[in-house]
């Protein structure tokens, strides 16, 4: 995404400034934000980072922003959303989807912008709630309500209800299940699992050492600057404390309850979560010009899918995106200082590693004749991650991106690879670099 120079010149790239973030507190689904939107969310969001950076008054070239579970009515979410937070009326806002990947998606859409000197500055964010998911009919009551809602006579209002039932009324529930397979993503990752021999007890240590990650950073006050206060939440609520092996041992399957072989818990998988977070990007030189510090900068990025359909694995496509883009960066494993690895399920987060260190996956899948490496446990989500904080779909991204410059900000570290698999059997992974 970008090289060593700092100025725009034809054939040369500028370097991506990642200037702060903020986000809200990250709330289990139905608790803290039951009465939020997914616009009040990102607009919160958004009002924190104008809050910290006194942006509202600034030109702001680009807003990018997306929700995974969202209304008819979010069609234009990410305009909205700037407009409700007070930023300038000639703040464009882009609105996308790419699952659980959308604001780091965002974030290397506006990062090649500004790369390239499109545009000098852009925030990248994402907001989801399940508490306030779309209900929804089938399709015969729903073609029923728009002719009703054509007709202009009784008589032809009339003749659009006639022959309604009541099974027609009947709401469909809100489904994540993936189209092509008719499978939860976590019944998709227990297949995952078994297929790379992922033990119940690796999952649920590795669930642990999030949430005492994620509890001492939250002791030392590592997010005061990053979380802001909303709707009378002030921190988030999934992060357990007390937590423990003994505890986590008690819960019993959730995705595969009948085989006598399920290891996904709700203790080592994410929870339903409501949130929404943001991130500062800029040209050195507008970071500059405007007093700002530059935290990190955002170096590349890589987006990659998979025939999970197929077999390969639907939350297997962040391997292949890590791959790909270290091979464009020329670099390895032992040159990166923090792993950032967004934990959907403790098992995926399992399964990816095992693969990367597999000979015949690394050959196959990755065309590397040899394998990436092992990833050391001390450079894993050493702040914990989305098996403690939550993770609000779209929301997940932004959060682990201005978490990573913070960290690379705040220690000697100097590059980090963040990696995050989604829906439909896609990944998107980034390196970013503190100088």
């Known amino acids: 995404m970008a090289n060593n120079s700092s100025k725009t010149a034809q054939g040369s790239l500028r370097r991506v400034a990642i200037v702060g973030s903020r986000r809200l507190p990250f709330c289990r689904s139905y608790t803290g934000y039951s009465d939020e939107t997914n616009l009040s969310l990102l607009a919160g969001a958004l009002s924190g980072l104008a809050d910290a950076y006194g942006l509202r008054d600034k030109k702001i070239d680009e807003v990018a922003a997306g929700a995974v579970i969202k209304h008819s009515r979010d069609f234009n979410l990410a305009r909205e959303a700037l407009l409700d ?17 959308t604001s780091l998606q ?5 990062g090649a912008k500004i790369a390239s000197g499109e545009i000098e500055c852009g925030i990248a964010a994402g907001s989801d709630t399940i508490s306030d998911s779309p209900v929804v ?21 009339l003749k659009a209800l006639k022959g309604i039932s009541l099974g027609e009324m009947k709401p469909v529930a809100p489904s994540v ?21 992922i033990a119940r007890s690796d999952q649920d240590a590795l669930a642990l050492a999030s949430h005492k990650n994620a509890s001492a950073a939250i002791r030392e006050g590592f997010h005061d600057d990053l979380v802001v206060p909303f709707a009378g939440v002030l921190k988030d609520n999934n992060v357990r404390v007390d937590t423990s092996l003994e505890k986590m041992a008690e819960m019993k399957p959730v995705f595969d309850r009948k085989s006598g072989h399920g290891t996904l818990t709700a203790a080592n998988s994410t929870p339903l979560t409501d949130g929404a977070a943001a991130v500062l990007l800029a040209s050195e030189e507008w970071a500059e010009a ?14 990659s899918a998979n025939d999970f359909a197929g077999g390969d694995g639907l939350l297997m496509a962040p391997t292949i995106a890590v791959s790909d883009m270290l091979r464009r960066a020329d670099l390895g494993f032992s040159d990166i200082d923090l792993f950032e690895i967004h934990e959907a399920f403790a098992a995926q987060v399992l399964c990816t590693l095992k693969a990367w260190g597999d000979r015949k996956y690394c050959r196959q899948v990755l065309g590397r004749e040899k394998v990436l490496g092992k990833v050391p446990a001390s450079k ?29 900000n705040t220690t000697s570290s100097q590059r ?13 992974a980034a390196l970013v670099e503190r100088t």
């Open 416 to 428: 980090a690879l963040i990696s995050i698999c989604t829906a439909g059997g896609m990944g998107v």
């Open 85 to 101: 937070a007070g930023y300038r009326p000639d703040t464009p806002g882009t609105t996308l989807q790419i699952a659980c990947g």
């Open 177 to 197: 299940n993936e189209p092509r397979t008719g499978l939860s993503m976590g019944q998709h990752c227990e297949l995952m699992a078994r297929e790379w021999e």
């Open 290 to 303: 405007n007093g700002y510090e530059v935290l990190a900068y955002l170096r590349m990025g890589s987006v």
């Open 380 to 408: 894993l989500n050493i702040k914990g991650s989305s098996l403690a904080y939550g993770h609000p779909f779209a929301a997940t991204g932004a959060r682990i991106l201005g978490h990573t410059a913070k960290l690379l």
């Open 106 to 110: 965002a974030a290397l859409m506006l």
């Open 137 to 157: 009919f089938g399709d015969r009551f729903a073609k029923r309500l728009a002719r009703l809602s054509r007709a202009r006579t009784f008589g032809q209002k």
